[in-house]
């Protein structure tokens, strides 16, 4: 890959629309942007409408053509957007005028790559920005969006500036004598690096929470066979994704759905009744279950009337007592009652997932956006910090352990960097960013 390249690609979503926006990027495009506008005169960040043509002058599309010049741009390079009409065909000759002028397609993420490389972004930013073009929800886009604008980014910078300091004040501890320091420096480096361990330690504690906002809450309906999860997943739905039969054993693997309840995304899975079983599929499908209860932020237990659970549950569960309507209610504290065949409690059903979503995650939308490379990378310098508050009064490797920790936040943030690690940052993006 070739950064000194004029690069192109179709930032708008592809198929038949009525504006498709195609985004250019390189070096000095000044002079081609007259051309496309056959104008001398051109003003910055102002939208022209041209007659687009070729090499031979013959018409490509009428559009609007907007000049971003260096370093005031997404990519920190000069850019020009095309907004033609979004036909297939006007796309493809587009494509295959702007091939002719020397230019290229661009690379997933690539646009991305070079506004890091041009400053104009850090890897966290990065990843907030494909956050935000996964997300489905409200809460998601509110979420990523933080992490975008740089929240992240603000908050890992501050960490590592810290450390930064404290390292070099416990190396400065080997080479200058107590008078040439700050007063109490060690116990003031030992108390930073503390809380710093605790903000980290509290961060990762978070992941789970941000790893549900970001890719979905998990809802898993559990029971024994033939106890109405498959009717009380459908009502859910709203739709009869799942086989409903009087047949115990009828779901064999986990059956999924995505549902969006007060703006979080919800992964709701209706599960294999679990029992003993010599049929070999069941046996994986329960196991199966077993996997999704341990994934699950939030179980559903459904029951019958005929068998009354314990009415103590879990902080994350819901006891449902199901098939109300075909026995006389016995009390069960906490439970909720339903009849899927009715549509008795549903509703209630309903309210319950609701007040347990907002009670575990609202105000977590403003917490850092962690993803599996921030997570790993967080866990090498909540590691190394405890490994240098270990080290105590041995302040030569006290300062090499809140180094290495200021390097593994450095990596969030792409101020170090590896091929790896910028390879998987970028390739989450499309092309067009």
Not at 220 to 248: M, P, Q, W, Y
Not at 341 to 359: F, P, S, Y
Request: proline content about 3%; glycine content about 8%; hydrophobic content about 35%.
């Amino acid at each position: 890959m070739n950064n000194n390249d004029t690069i192109f690609a179709l930032s708008s979503g592809h198929g038949k629309s009525g504006v498709a926006v195609v985004r250019i990027s390189g070096e000095n495009l000044g002079d081609i942007f007259a051309r496309f506008v056959n104008k001398t005169d051109i003003k910055p960040r102002r939208a022209y409408f041209t007659n687009l043509r070729d090499n031979a002058g013959e018409l490509i599309d009428q559009c609007l053509a907007i000049y971003f010049p260096a370093p005031h741009s997404f990519t920190g390079e000069d850019v020009i957007e095309l907004h033609t009409h979004g036909a297939p065909a006007v796309i493809s000759a587009v494509f295959e005028y702007l091939g002719t002028l020397g230019m290229r397609m661009a690379t997933p993420g690539e646009f991305s790559r070079r506004a890091f490389y041009n400053n104009k972004m850090d890897l966290a930013d990065v990843d907030g920005l494909a956050a935000l073009l996964d997300a489905q929800t409200d809460i998601q886009r509110k979420h990523a969006l933080q992490s975008m604008l740089g929240r992240d980014s603000e908050i890992y910078n501050t960490w590592r500036t810290q450390m930064v300091e404290i390292s070099a004040y416990a190396a400065a501890m080997l080479d200058y004598s107590p008078d040439d320091l700050p007063p109490n420096i060690g116990d003031t480096i030992q108390n930073r690096t503390q809380k710093l361990y605790d903000e980290i330690g509290a961060a990762l504690r978070g992941y789970r929470t941000s790893r549900a906002i970001r890719g979905g809450i998990n809802v898993a309906l559990v029971g024994e066979t033939n106890v109405g999860k498959s009717s009380i997943f459908n009502h859910l739905v709203g739709s009869n994704r799942a086989i409903v039969s009087d047949i115990a054993g009828t779901t064999r693997d986990v059956v999924s759905a995505t549902i969006d309840i007060d703006g979080y995304m919800v992964n709701l899975s209706d599960t294999a009744g679990i029992r003993e079983t010599s049929d070999e599929i069941e046996s994986i499908g329960i196991e199966r279950t077993k996997t999704e209860i341990e994934n699950a932020d939030i179980v559903v237990r459904v029951y019958t009337p005929e068998n009354i659970p314990d009415s103590n549950c879990k902080p994350n569960e819901i006891i449902v007592i199901n098939k109300s309507d075909t026995a006389k209610k016995r009390s069960c504290k906490n439970a909720i009652y339903t009849s899927a065949h009715t549509g008795d409690g549903m509703n209630t059903l309903m309210d319950m997932l609701r007040t347990k979503i907002h009670k575990m995650f609202d105000g977590r939308e403003s917490d850092l956006s962690i993803n599996a490379r921030t997570k790993s990378l967080l866990e090498t310098a909540y590691n190394e910090l405890e490994n240098a508050i270990r080290a105590g009064d041995n302040y030569d490797i006290f300062a090499e352990h809140t180094r290495r920790a200021s390097d593994a936040i450095g990596k969030i943030l792409g101020t170090i960097t590896a091929n790896e690690i910028l390879d998987m940052t970028f390739g989450q993006l499309c092309l067009g960013k």
